[in-house]
């Protein structure tokens, strides 16, 4: 059954609470914008030589944050030399990132934090580089995407040689989930698609926030199996004003994806089954769906 706006319940006007560290990932994207302000107004910037150190020294840092090693030991999981262990763990010494504990050096709780943050900056370069299919079909005004949950996403891109690879990705994440919520700037798939659409009409429970005019074309073409798969409360369809990319959440997993602006083609699908990613897809989708509209009048004109 589709609520009026009246009788949402407060589920649905709030975005659901979030895990501790799902709050703190959206708390770092909230203030990422005005870090480097922040710490210009505190005069506390760290020196950029040091920087690049601290990155440098990446690898050693990792390895002691697993647990203590000697140098021998540290020497082995680098495959790097004597001189070159004693050099690192000095350096790392001399900036109270480690101390030595029964001959094993172990990270203090101040090279602990450097060593996470050190794995956190190198995973999220590295995700925001395999995301750039994505990233670069996202409109710049909607910028509550985040990377950090999409580190292991399954990455699929319209080659020249595969055009529908994505869709076929999408498609496949479809037939094997029981129930479907989303958003999209366009179809989910072609109009011309009808195993996909046999599938939300008949097969999954599904719930998906369209553009109006997106609405009224696929009424168009499914008129009579949408009005019966909405009667029978199988399919809600809901529309909103504006949307910033294709948004699906499946039984397991969740997809976001990209648009060629000229052809309405899928470009690029990005899924992931982590549950960080689950949890910021689940909100974006309660805040978006909140303010969206159902589809009452428009189902009663195609009856």
Known sequence: MVLDRDERTAEDRQ???????????LENERNRRYLGQRLEDADSRVDTDLLGDIVRHGPVLETLLEEPLDRREI??????????????????????????VDGRFELTWRGEVI??????FETNVRTAHRLTPLLDVICDD?????????????????????PYSPVERFVSL?????????????????????????????????????????VEKLLESY?????????????????RDELPYGLAIFDECV????????????QVIVDTDAPIACEWATRVYASVRADS?????????IR
Not at 87 to 100: A, H, I, M, P, S
Not at 256 to 263: A, H, M, N, V, W
Not at 293 to 301: H, Q, Y
């Open 223 to 239: 008129p009579e199996r949408a009005r019966e798969a909405i009667d029978r409360g199988h399919l809600a369809l809901r529309t």
């Open 75 to 100: 020497e082995a999981r680098l495959d790097v030399s004597q001189a070159t262990s004693h050099r690192y763990t000095q350096w790392l010494d001399e900036q109270g990132f480690v101390e030595k």
């Open 15 to 25: 975005p659901p609470p979030g895990s501790p560290v799902f709050e703190a990932i």
């Open 255 to 266: 997809g976001i994806g990209g648009y060629d602006e000229s052809t309405g083609l899928m």
């Open 115 to 120: 060593a996470e943050e050190v794995l956190r």
């Open 174 to 214: 479809v037939d094997e989930s029981e129930s479907f919520r989303g958003f999209n700037t366009t179809h989910m798939a072609p109009l011309v698609l009808g195993e996909f659409h046999r599938q939300i009409f008949e097969e999954t429970d599904t719930e998906i926030i369209y553009l109006p005019h997106t």
């Open 142 to 162: 909607h910028r509550e995407f985040v990377v950090e949950p999409f580190a292991d996403a399954t990455i699929t891109v319209a080659e020249r040689d595969t």
């Open 293 to 301: 509209e159902p589809l009452d009048e428009r189902t009663d004109s």
